[in-house]
Protein backbone atom coordinates (compact mmCIF):
# COMPACT_ATOMS: atom_id res chain seq x y z
CA UNK A 1 0.00 0.00 0.00
CA UNK A 2 1.57 3.52 -1.17
CA UNK A 3 1.15 6.90 1.02
CA UNK A 4 2.37 9.95 -0.23
CA UNK A 5 3.36 12.38 2.41
CA UNK A 6 2.48 16.11 2.52
CA UNK A 7 4.27 18.71 3.63
CA UNK A 8 4.22 20.06 7.40
CA UNK A 9 6.43 21.57 10.24
CA UNK A 10 9.63 20.13 10.70
CA UNK A 11 8.64 19.91 14.30
CA UNK A 12 5.28 17.96 13.26
CA UNK A 13 4.67 14.15 12.54
CA UNK A 14 4.16 13.78 9.08
CA UNK A 15 0.92 13.31 7.74
CA UNK A 16 -0.10 12.54 4.50
CA UNK A 17 -3.35 10.84 1.85
CA UNK A 18 -3.29 9.57 -0.91
CA UNK A 19 -6.50 9.85 -2.65
CA UNK A 20 -8.89 6.62 -2.05
CA UNK A 21 -5.79 4.77 0.50
CA UNK A 22 -5.22 6.57 3.56
CA UNK A 23 -3.44 8.32 6.15
CA UNK A 24 0.06 8.32 6.77
CA UNK A 25 1.41 9.43 10.00
CA UNK A 26 5.60 9.38 10.79
CA UNK A 27 6.27 9.40 14.67
CA UNK A 28 9.68 9.42 16.68
CA UNK A 29 10.10 6.57 18.95
CA UNK A 30 9.97 7.85 22.51
CA UNK A 31 7.95 10.87 21.77
CA UNK A 32 4.34 12.06 22.01
CA UNK A 33 2.37 13.76 19.48
CA UNK A 34 -1.21 15.14 19.52
CA UNK A 35 -2.95 13.48 16.34
CA UNK A 36 -6.64 13.47 15.41
CA UNK A 37 -8.46 10.66 15.20
CA UNK A 38 -11.82 9.21 15.74
CA UNK A 39 -12.92 7.60 19.06
CA UNK A 40 -12.64 3.89 17.75
CA UNK A 41 -9.58 3.96 15.91
CA UNK A 42 -8.10 6.18 18.84
CA UNK A 43 -9.37 3.14 21.05
CA UNK A 44 -8.03 0.29 18.47
CA UNK A 45 -4.38 2.05 17.90
CA UNK A 46 -4.12 2.12 22.01
CA UNK A 47 -4.92 -1.67 22.42
CA UNK A 48 -1.74 -2.40 20.16
CA UNK A 49 1.41 -2.98 22.44
CA UNK A 50 3.96 -0.23 20.12
CA UNK A 51 2.34 2.77 21.55
CA UNK A 52 -0.15 4.65 23.87
CA UNK A 53 -3.08 6.55 23.37
CA UNK A 54 -4.18 9.19 26.31
CA UNK A 55 -7.20 11.86 25.87
CA UNK A 56 -6.42 15.41 24.45
CA UNK A 57 -8.44 18.81 26.25
CA UNK A 58 -9.56 19.19 22.67
CA UNK A 59 -12.57 17.04 20.81
CA UNK A 60 -10.93 14.66 18.50
CA UNK A 61 -7.47 15.33 18.95
CA UNK A 62 -5.18 12.66 20.87
CA UNK A 63 -2.00 12.19 22.25
CA UNK A 64 0.02 9.00 20.80
CA UNK A 65 2.92 8.23 22.72
CA UNK A 66 5.26 5.83 21.12
CA UNK A 67 8.15 3.78 23.18
CA UNK A 68 11.16 1.25 22.60
CA UNK A 69 9.11 0.04 18.95
CA UNK A 70 10.64 0.97 15.56
CA UNK A 71 8.67 0.20 12.17
CA UNK A 72 4.99 0.41 11.27
CA UNK A 73 1.49 -0.89 11.05
CA UNK A 74 -1.88 -0.30 9.59
CA UNK A 75 -5.18 0.26 11.43
CA UNK A 76 -7.88 -0.17 8.43
CA UNK A 77 -6.81 3.18 6.33
CA UNK A 78 -4.52 4.43 8.88
CA UNK A 79 -0.60 3.78 8.07
CA UNK A 80 1.58 4.09 11.67
CA UNK A 81 5.10 4.80 10.94
CA UNK A 82 7.46 4.91 13.97
CA UNK A 83 11.29 5.96 13.56
CA UNK A 84 13.97 5.42 15.54
CA UNK A 85 16.31 8.25 17.76
CA UNK A 86 19.33 6.65 16.18
CA UNK A 87 21.24 7.14 12.87
CA UNK A 88 19.05 4.95 10.22
CA UNK A 89 23.08 3.14 9.32
CA UNK A 90 23.45 2.42 12.68
CA UNK A 91 19.65 0.84 13.48
CA UNK A 92 21.11 -1.53 10.57
CA UNK A 93 24.87 -1.79 12.05
CA UNK A 94 22.75 -2.94 15.63
CA UNK A 95 21.11 -5.81 13.76
CA UNK A 96 24.85 -7.49 13.97
CA UNK A 97 24.15 -9.89 11.03
CA UNK A 98 28.45 -10.21 10.52
CA UNK A 99 28.34 -8.22 7.69
CA UNK A 100 30.92 -4.87 6.90
CA UNK A 101 29.29 -1.42 6.58
CA UNK A 102 29.33 -1.65 2.55
CA UNK A 103 26.90 -4.53 2.42
CA UNK A 104 23.62 -2.31 4.19
CA UNK A 105 24.62 0.88 3.14
CA UNK A 106 22.26 1.19 0.08
CA UNK A 107 19.55 0.01 2.44
CA UNK A 108 20.50 2.61 4.76
CA UNK A 109 20.30 5.28 2.71
CA UNK A 110 16.72 4.09 1.77
CA UNK A 111 15.77 3.84 4.36
CA UNK A 112 16.66 7.89 5.60
CA UNK A 113 14.58 8.96 2.53
CA UNK A 114 11.42 6.34 2.80
CA UNK A 115 10.52 5.72 6.18
CA UNK A 116 9.35 2.21 5.58
CA UNK A 117 11.69 0.17 7.07
CA UNK A 118 10.17 -3.77 6.21
CA UNK A 119 11.32 -3.07 2.26
CA UNK A 120 14.18 -1.65 3.13
CA UNK A 121 15.24 -4.79 5.74
CA UNK A 122 13.69 -7.54 2.73
CA UNK A 123 15.87 -5.94 0.07
CA UNK A 124 18.88 -6.24 2.57
CA UNK A 125 17.90 -10.06 3.19
CA UNK A 126 17.62 -10.84 -0.34
CA UNK A 127 20.71 -9.69 -0.80
CA UNK A 128 22.56 -11.14 1.74
CA UNK A 129 20.84 -14.34 0.92
CA UNK A 130 21.28 -14.22 -2.55
CA UNK A 131 25.21 -13.79 -1.79
CA UNK A 132 25.04 -17.29 0.61
CA UNK A 133 22.84 -18.95 -2.15
CA UNK A 134 26.17 -18.46 -4.66
CA UNK A 135 28.48 -20.24 -2.50
CA UNK A 136 26.53 -23.63 -2.65
CA UNK A 137 23.39 -24.64 -1.30
CA UNK A 138 24.29 -26.14 1.85
CA UNK A 139 23.89 -29.98 2.33
CA UNK A 140 23.71 -32.22 5.24
CA UNK A 141 23.14 -35.90 6.74
CA UNK A 142 19.57 -36.37 7.82
CA UNK A 143 18.36 -39.49 9.83
CA UNK A 144 15.43 -40.97 8.09
CA UNK A 145 13.29 -43.40 8.90
CA UNK A 146 10.58 -45.41 6.61
CA UNK A 147 8.63 -49.30 5.70
CA UNK A 148 9.45 -50.01 2.42
CA UNK A 149 8.99 -53.03 0.49
CA UNK A 150 12.86 -53.06 -0.56
CA UNK A 151 15.79 -52.52 1.72
CA UNK A 152 17.19 -48.97 2.12
CA UNK A 153 20.32 -48.60 4.39
CA UNK A 154 20.04 -50.98 7.05
CA UNK A 155 16.95 -52.78 9.18
CA UNK A 156 15.44 -50.58 12.01
CA UNK A 157 15.44 -53.75 14.62
CA UNK A 158 13.26 -52.50 17.02
CA UNK A 159 10.44 -51.40 14.94
CA UNK A 160 10.37 -54.40 12.64
CA UNK A 161 10.26 -57.03 15.32
CA UNK A 162 7.27 -55.14 16.67
CA UNK A 163 5.49 -56.26 13.39
CA UNK A 164 5.17 -59.85 14.62
CA UNK A 165 6.80 -61.45 11.84
CA UNK A 166 5.68 -59.27 9.03
CA UNK A 167 8.65 -59.41 6.74
CA UNK A 168 7.23 -57.09 4.05
CA UNK A 169 7.23 -53.94 4.39
CA UNK A 170 10.85 -53.86 6.11
CA UNK A 171 11.38 -51.08 8.66
CA UNK A 172 14.27 -48.60 7.37
CA UNK A 173 16.93 -46.22 8.35
CA UNK A 174 18.75 -44.58 6.60
CA UNK A 175 21.20 -41.39 6.40
CA UNK A 176 20.67 -39.27 4.14
CA UNK A 177 22.52 -36.42 2.23
CA UNK A 178 20.18 -33.75 1.27
CA UNK A 179 19.48 -29.98 1.43
CA UNK A 180 16.24 -30.06 2.68
CA UNK A 181 17.53 -29.22 6.31
CA UNK A 182 17.14 -26.23 9.04
CA UNK A 183 19.10 -24.08 7.50
CA UNK A 184 17.65 -24.13 3.93
CA UNK A 185 14.18 -24.26 5.45
CA UNK A 186 14.04 -21.50 7.54
CA UNK A 187 15.49 -19.57 4.59
CA UNK A 188 12.21 -20.98 2.56
CA UNK A 189 10.05 -19.50 5.10
CA UNK A 190 11.33 -16.71 5.36
CA UNK A 191 11.73 -15.83 1.37
CA UNK A 192 7.84 -16.62 0.83
CA UNK A 193 7.22 -14.31 3.81
CA UNK A 194 8.94 -11.54 2.41
CA UNK A 195 7.74 -12.04 -1.17
CA UNK A 196 4.33 -11.28 0.14
CA UNK A 197 5.39 -7.23 1.70
CA UNK A 198 4.19 -4.53 -0.19
CA UNK A 199 6.84 -1.79 -1.96
CA UNK A 200 9.76 -4.37 -2.14
CA UNK A 201 12.06 -3.08 -5.39
CA UNK A 202 11.65 -5.26 -8.25
CA UNK A 203 15.10 -6.17 -8.38
CA UNK A 204 14.93 -7.67 -5.17
CA UNK A 205 11.52 -9.38 -5.62
CA UNK A 206 13.41 -10.99 -8.82
CA UNK A 207 16.00 -11.95 -6.43
CA UNK A 208 13.24 -13.57 -4.22
CA UNK A 209 11.87 -15.45 -6.63
CA UNK A 210 15.26 -16.78 -7.62
CA UNK A 211 16.41 -17.93 -3.84
CA UNK A 212 13.00 -19.82 -4.12
CA UNK A 213 14.03 -21.76 -7.20
CA UNK A 214 17.59 -22.71 -5.45
CA UNK A 215 15.80 -23.93 -2.84
CA UNK A 216 13.25 -25.83 -4.58
CA UNK A 217 12.73 -29.54 -2.81
CA UNK A 218 12.94 -27.80 0.34
CA UNK A 219 10.20 -27.65 2.75
CA UNK A 220 8.82 -24.59 4.28
CA UNK A 221 8.39 -25.38 7.74
CA UNK A 222 5.61 -22.75 9.61
CA UNK A 223 6.89 -19.38 11.11
CA UNK A 224 6.95 -20.68 14.59
CA UNK A 225 8.43 -23.86 13.67
CA UNK A 226 11.02 -21.53 11.61
CA UNK A 227 11.99 -19.45 14.81
CA UNK A 228 12.00 -22.89 16.71
CA UNK A 229 14.83 -24.23 14.22
CA UNK A 230 16.81 -21.00 14.33
CA UNK A 231 17.56 -21.78 18.36
CA UNK A 232 18.32 -25.48 17.59
CA UNK A 233 20.95 -24.80 14.55
CA UNK A 234 24.69 -24.95 15.53
CA UNK A 235 27.48 -23.39 13.38
CA UNK A 236 30.27 -24.74 12.45
CA UNK A 237 32.78 -24.30 9.17
CA UNK A 238 30.06 -25.92 7.23
CA UNK A 239 27.30 -23.53 7.37
CA UNK A 240 28.84 -20.44 8.94
CA UNK A 241 28.44 -18.68 5.98
CA UNK A 242 24.67 -19.13 6.84
CA UNK A 243 24.64 -16.79 9.72
CA UNK A 244 23.90 -13.03 8.23
CA UNK A 245 21.07 -14.51 5.66
CA UNK A 246 19.42 -16.93 9.51
CA UNK A 247 20.01 -13.35 11.63
CA UNK A 248 17.91 -11.36 9.01
CA UNK A 249 15.65 -14.52 8.47
CA UNK A 250 14.66 -14.09 12.20
CA UNK A 251 14.17 -10.36 12.31
CA UNK A 252 11.49 -10.83 9.13
CA UNK A 253 9.87 -13.94 10.88
CA UNK A 254 9.98 -13.06 14.32
CA UNK A 255 8.68 -9.16 13.69
CA UNK A 256 6.67 -9.40 10.76
CA UNK A 257 3.05 -9.80 10.37
CA UNK A 258 0.70 -9.36 7.13
CA UNK A 259 -2.74 -9.58 6.34
CA UNK A 260 -4.53 -9.16 2.81
CA UNK A 261 -6.37 -6.37 2.31
CA UNK A 262 -8.40 -4.94 -1.22
CA UNK A 263 -7.98 -8.22 -2.77
CA UNK A 264 -4.34 -8.18 -3.49
CA UNK A 265 -2.79 -5.77 -1.63
CA UNK A 266 -0.82 -6.24 1.45
CA UNK A 267 -0.85 -4.07 4.46
CA UNK A 268 2.34 -5.06 6.87
CA UNK A 269 2.94 -4.60 10.65
CA UNK A 270 6.76 -4.79 11.21
CA UNK A 271 7.63 -3.33 14.44
CA UNK A 272 11.26 -4.22 16.10
CA UNK A 273 11.99 -3.66 19.65
CA UNK A 274 14.65 -1.49 20.34
CA UNK A 275 15.37 -2.32 23.80
CA UNK A 276 15.74 -6.59 22.66
CA UNK A 277 17.91 -5.18 19.84
CA UNK A 278 20.22 -2.73 21.89
CA UNK A 279 20.47 -5.55 24.47
CA UNK A 280 21.80 -8.57 21.75
CA UNK A 281 24.24 -6.14 19.76
CA UNK A 282 26.11 -5.20 23.20
CA UNK A 283 26.12 -8.82 24.16
CA UNK A 284 27.36 -9.76 20.77
CA UNK A 285 30.13 -7.39 21.05
CA UNK A 286 31.27 -8.09 24.68
CA UNK A 287 31.27 -11.64 23.96
CA UNK A 288 33.68 -10.93 20.98
CA UNK A 289 36.14 -8.05 22.78
CA UNK A 290 36.20 -10.28 26.44
CA UNK A 291 36.64 -13.63 24.38
CA UNK A 292 39.75 -14.98 26.34
CA UNK A 293 39.59 -12.69 28.97
CA UNK A 294 36.33 -12.82 30.76
CA UNK A 295 33.36 -15.06 29.99
CA UNK A 296 30.09 -13.23 28.87
CA UNK A 297 26.80 -14.67 29.68
CA UNK A 298 23.44 -13.39 28.91
CA UNK A 299 20.70 -13.91 31.15
CA UNK A 300 21.78 -15.70 33.62
CA UNK A 301 18.70 -17.35 36.01
CA UNK A 302 20.05 -17.08 39.93
CA UNK A 303 18.41 -16.53 42.95
CA UNK A 304 17.98 -13.21 45.37
CA UNK A 305 17.72 -15.69 48.57
CA UNK A 306 19.59 -18.41 50.28
CA UNK A 307 15.88 -20.59 50.25
CA UNK A 308 16.22 -20.58 46.38
CA UNK A 309 12.50 -18.73 46.48
CA UNK A 310 13.39 -15.21 44.64
CA UNK A 311 14.59 -15.55 40.96
CA UNK A 312 16.88 -12.83 39.42
CA UNK A 313 17.70 -12.83 36.17
CA UNK A 314 20.64 -10.42 35.06
CA UNK A 315 21.08 -9.46 31.69
CA UNK A 316 24.75 -10.11 31.69
CA UNK A 317 27.04 -11.90 34.18
CA UNK A 318 31.48 -11.80 33.54
CA UNK A 319 32.95 -15.01 34.64
CA UNK A 320 36.86 -16.16 34.87
CA UNK A 321 37.43 -19.53 36.06
CA UNK A 322 34.29 -20.65 36.83
CA UNK A 323 33.68 -17.98 39.30
CA UNK A 324 31.22 -15.45 38.71
CA UNK A 325 33.25 -11.82 39.33
CA UNK A 326 31.11 -9.16 37.42
CA UNK A 327 27.36 -8.36 36.57
CA UNK A 328 25.76 -5.83 34.50
CA UNK A 329 22.22 -4.53 33.32
CA UNK A 330 21.29 -3.24 30.07
CA UNK A 331 18.91 -0.01 29.98
CA UNK A 332 18.23 0.58 26.25
CA UNK A 333 16.47 4.24 27.35
CA UNK A 334 17.08 5.49 31.40
CA UNK A 335 13.88 6.81 32.61
CA UNK A 336 13.66 10.56 33.83
CA UNK A 337 15.55 10.95 36.94
CA UNK A 338 13.76 12.04 40.03
CA UNK A 339 14.69 15.26 40.82
CA UNK A 340 15.71 14.11 44.59
CA UNK A 341 18.41 12.57 42.41
CA UNK A 342 21.68 14.71 42.36
CA UNK A 343 25.25 14.23 41.69
CA UNK A 344 27.66 14.34 38.19
CA UNK A 345 26.42 12.75 34.86
CA UNK A 346 24.06 10.34 33.61
CA UNK A 347 21.59 8.82 36.32
CA UNK A 348 18.97 5.87 35.97
CA UNK A 349 15.48 5.66 37.86
CA UNK A 350 15.81 4.51 41.29
CA UNK A 351 14.84 1.21 40.63
CA UNK A 352 17.22 0.36 38.28
CA UNK A 353 19.78 0.97 41.38
CA UNK A 354 18.11 -1.14 43.44
CA UNK A 355 18.00 -3.92 40.99
CA UNK A 356 21.14 -3.63 40.24
CA UNK A 357 22.44 -3.41 43.93
CA UNK A 358 20.18 -6.52 44.45
CA UNK A 359 22.73 -8.40 42.03
CA UNK A 360 25.94 -7.16 42.99
CA UNK A 361 24.62 -8.48 46.72
CA UNK A 362 23.68 -11.68 45.38
CA UNK A 363 26.61 -12.21 44.06
CA UNK A 364 29.21 -10.64 46.64
CA UNK A 365 29.99 -8.35 44.35
CA UNK A 366 31.97 -5.06 44.96
CA UNK A 367 31.02 -3.23 41.81
CA UNK A 368 28.23 -3.41 38.61
CA UNK A 369 27.23 -1.79 36.02
CA UNK A 370 24.18 -0.30 34.09
CA UNK A 371 24.47 0.14 30.08
CA UNK A 372 22.77 2.32 28.36
CA UNK A 373 22.16 4.10 24.84
CA UNK A 374 22.93 7.91 25.19
CA UNK A 375 21.02 8.96 22.39
CA UNK A 376 17.60 7.84 22.88
CA UNK A 377 18.25 9.98 26.33
CA UNK A 378 19.06 13.38 24.39
CA UNK A 379 16.39 15.68 24.82
CA UNK A 380 15.47 18.02 21.20
CA UNK A 381 17.97 19.94 21.31
CA UNK A 382 20.45 17.15 21.00
CA UNK A 383 21.58 17.21 24.37
CA UNK A 384 21.99 14.20 27.11
CA UNK A 385 21.71 16.18 29.75
CA UNK A 386 25.06 15.14 31.43
CA UNK A 387 25.98 17.83 33.59
CA UNK A 388 29.53 18.93 35.44
CA UNK A 389 31.80 16.58 36.82
CA UNK A 390 30.84 14.07 34.62
CA UNK A 391 33.49 11.24 34.40
CA UNK A 392 34.95 9.83 30.97
CA UNK A 393 35.85 6.19 30.26
CA UNK A 394 38.70 6.06 27.56
CA UNK A 395 39.94 2.79 25.60
CA UNK A 396 43.59 1.30 26.09
CA UNK A 397 44.41 3.13 22.58
CA UNK A 398 43.38 6.27 24.28
CA UNK A 399 46.24 5.93 27.22
CA UNK A 400 49.26 5.18 24.29
CA UNK A 401 51.65 7.52 24.30
CA UNK A 402 51.57 9.22 20.65
CA UNK A 403 47.91 8.94 21.10
CA UNK A 404 46.48 12.12 19.35
CA UNK A 405 42.99 12.11 21.48
CA UNK A 406 40.75 11.61 18.95
CA UNK A 407 39.67 7.87 20.35
CA UNK A 408 36.80 6.55 22.23
CA UNK A 409 35.26 8.45 24.90
CA UNK A 410 32.40 7.22 27.46
CA UNK A 411 30.15 9.19 29.51
CA UNK A 412 30.27 7.24 33.16
CA UNK A 413 28.54 8.26 36.41
CA UNK A 414 29.39 6.65 39.79
CA UNK A 415 27.09 6.23 42.70
CA UNK A 416 28.86 4.65 46.09
CA UNK A 417 25.91 2.85 48.30
CA UNK A 418 26.19 4.15 51.91
CA UNK A 419 27.49 1.57 54.56
CA UNK A 420 28.01 -0.81 52.31
CA UNK A 421 31.06 0.58 49.47
CA UNK A 422 29.09 -0.86 46.86
CA UNK A 423 29.71 1.22 43.25
CA UNK A 424 26.89 1.22 40.59
CA UNK A 425 28.11 2.71 37.71
CA UNK A 426 25.74 3.98 34.52
CA UNK A 427 27.91 3.93 31.36
CA UNK A 428 26.66 5.45 28.06
CA UNK A 429 27.27 4.10 24.27
CA UNK A 430 26.84 6.84 22.01
CA UNK A 431 25.03 5.63 18.47
CA UNK A 432 25.53 8.58 16.83
CA UNK A 433 28.81 7.91 15.52
CA UNK A 434 30.38 5.73 12.26
CA UNK A 435 30.48 2.00 12.98
CA UNK A 436 34.33 2.36 13.50
CA UNK A 437 33.50 4.78 16.68
CA UNK A 438 30.85 2.77 17.92
CA UNK A 439 33.80 -0.23 18.04
CA UNK A 440 36.02 1.77 19.31
CA UNK A 441 33.53 2.11 22.16
CA UNK A 442 32.75 -0.96 22.96
CA UNK A 443 36.19 -1.69 23.01
CA UNK A 444 36.39 0.80 25.84
CA UNK A 445 33.19 -0.57 27.25
CA UNK A 446 35.57 -3.92 27.60
CA UNK A 447 38.29 -2.04 29.70
CA UNK A 448 35.56 -0.87 31.79
CA UNK A 449 34.15 -4.16 32.51
CA UNK A 450 37.38 -5.75 33.39
CA UNK A 451 39.01 -3.32 35.21
CA UNK A 452 35.90 -3.43 37.70
CA UNK A 453 35.49 -7.09 37.60
CA UNK A 454 38.83 -6.95 38.64
CA UNK A 455 38.42 -5.05 41.74
CA UNK A 456 34.92 -7.14 42.04
CA UNK A 457 37.40 -10.62 42.21
CA UNK A 458 39.60 -9.13 44.52
Known amino acids: MTFVDAAVRPDAPKMGRDAGQGRRIVLQEWSTERIQLDDDTARRLGETSWVSVATDRESGWWKVSTRQWVGGFTLDDLRIIVRPKIKPENLFFLLEVGLPSEAWRAEAIDYATNDELLPALVSFFARTAETTLARGLFHHYRHEGDDLLALRGRIDFARQFRRGGVLVPMACSWDDFT ?62 HYRPALRLARLILANCTLQDQHGDTAASAFMLDMNQLFEDFVTARLQRALRGRLDVRP ?6 DDERQVQIKPDLTFGHRGETVGVADLKYKLAEADTSMTGAGPLARHGDYYQLLAYTTALKLSEGTLIYCADVDRDETGESGDVAGLARIGSA ?55 TTRVSAG
Do not use: F, W
Open 179 to 240: ADVDENRCLTAAVRLALRVPDVPHDDRRRLRRLLGALDGVAEPTVTMALDSLDRIQYSRLNE
Open 299 to 304: QTRLYL
Open 397 to 451: ADEAPNHDGSGAILAKSTVTVRHAGTKLHAVAIDLSGSPSDIDAQISALAGHVEA
